[in-house]
């Protein structure tokens, strides 16, 4: 299990019980809605408002402990930030699924910022498409 005190102290964040259990949360799921996570979280902390997970979740992408993921014509899910990686996000689902960054789409992205003198910070590569289930019809919509 990951150690969250370290990981939001190191962001310049406090480790509170609610940030703790918003990241236990996301962790759980792996990429997850803010809806979700308030679900989720207020069965523990019931006073929780969904406006505080909110600002909890936006400030935590900010100091780069979350990322958002965007999902085509649905809402945004959030996942815990790792190394860098490629999303399959299927867009009659939702569904997210992460796959390893290939060496040969590192060099092309190392190549294209190097020719455009362009100095990255950060990647994220979404490919958007029908996951297996819902190309044989198996998720209802």
């Known amino acids: 299990m990951t ?9 310049g964040l406090k480790a ?13 799921y792996g990429h997850i809605t803010i ?5 989720e979280v ?5 006073s929780l408002s969904l406006a505080t997970v909110y600002k909890n979740i936006l400030l935590m992408v900010e100091k780069n402990v979350l990322v958002e993921v965007p ?12 190394e860098d990686h490629i999303h399959l996000i299927c ?18 992205i190392e190549d294209m910022t190097k020719e455009e003198n362009f100095t990255l910070s ?12 819902c190309q044989r019809g198996q998720h209802a919509s």
Do not use: M, W
């Open 3 to 11: 150690d969250y005190v370290t990981l939001l102290k190191e962001s």
């Open 16 to 28: 509170t019980f609610q940030r703790i259990n918003i990241l236990e949360t996301i962790e759980k």
């Open 122 to 133: 950060s990647e994220q590569i979404n490919l958007y498409g029908l996951c297996s289930d």
């Open 91 to 108: 867009t009659e689902c939702g569904k997210v699924e992460d796959k390893p960054l290939i060496r040969s789409v590192d060099t092309l």
């Open 35 to 39: 809806d979700t996570i308030y679900e």
């Open 71 to 82: 999902v085509a014509g649905q809402k945004s899910k959030y996942e815990l930030k790792k």
């Open 42 to 46: 207020s069965k523990i902390h019931a």
